[in-house]
């Protein structure tokens, strides 16, 4: 009797976790984990389409959520409307808001594509386009940038950006200000600042600490000792 129960007690948990994890075609969901199609530890290959607020563990396809969303594992896909998007792993696709200025996207991981918003947050490295009022990368990140206000770790190619911050920063960068630890490439803005300048700055007051000139300069500002 005893070793009945257990073994329906085995295979009942082996059914019951099995199918928390099952890959499923389709979600619809109002509001998880109450109103929901699957279960938030369900992957989803194919379409998402949520009310109030979604969440899934690995989603591919097309995700479009009228107000908030979550990935808890990698996304891949088309990325469209909600206010809110949270993905805890990998973001591999194209991430667009209905309502760009008020919008949050957070990727906990690395982001390979196309980013718009309001408030974009990727916590490791970034390959792509970013394009927002508040852009906040802190690995290392290559591409196009353009927001109100950038905040980068390591960046390489091209920002357009209010104000523009980086710890490193290799390429091409347009600004009111700004200010890099490391800079090599062209600084044009208003305002210029770096530490460590192997290249050129244009603006109307450029500060280079290892400049071959002068540290504080109008107009043009450069080292071209690289």
């Known amino acids: 009797m005893i070793l009945k129960k257990i073994t329906f007690f085995l295979m009942f948990s082996l059914v019951f976790f099995n199918a928390l994890g099952e890959e499923k075609p389709f979600e619809l969901s109002l509001f998880s984990p109450d109103i929901q199609l699957n279960s938030p ?15 899934n563990r690995n989603v591919s396809g097309l995700d479009v959520n009228l107000v908030a969303s979550r990935t808890r594992g990698d996304f891949k896909g088309f990325s469209v409307l ?32 196309v980013q718009f918003g309001g408030l974009n947050i990727v916590e490791r490295d970034f390959l792509g386009a970013q394009f927002g009022l508040l852009n906040i990368n802190n690995g290392n990140s ?58 050129v700055q244009v603006g109307l007051l450029n500060m280079a600490a290892n400049s071959e000139l002068f540290e504080i300069l109008p107009i043009v500002n450069f080292n071209l000792n690289f």
Not at 41 to 55: A, H, M, N, V
Not at 91 to 105: A, Q
Request: zero cysteines; hydrophobic letters at 35%.
């Open 142 to 199: 290559i591409g196009a940038q353009a927001g109100w206000v950038n905040l980068d770790h390591n960046f390489k190619g091209v920002r357009l950006g209010g104000l523009n911050m980086a710890d490193s920063f290799v390429g091409g960068e347009l600004g009111i200000a700004n200010f890099n630890k490391y800079t090599r490439g062209v600084q044009l803005g208003l305002f210029n600042y770096t530490e460590n300048l192997q290249g």
């Open 41 to 55: 530890y369900d992957d989803i290959s194919g379409i998402r389409l949520g009310g109030i607020y979604s969440e």
């Open 82 to 113: 909600s206010f809110y998007d949270k993905t805890d792993g990998d973001f591999t696709g194209v991430r667009i808001p209905w309502w760009f200025f008020v919008s949050y996207n957070h990727v906990g991981g690395n982001f390979k594509g």
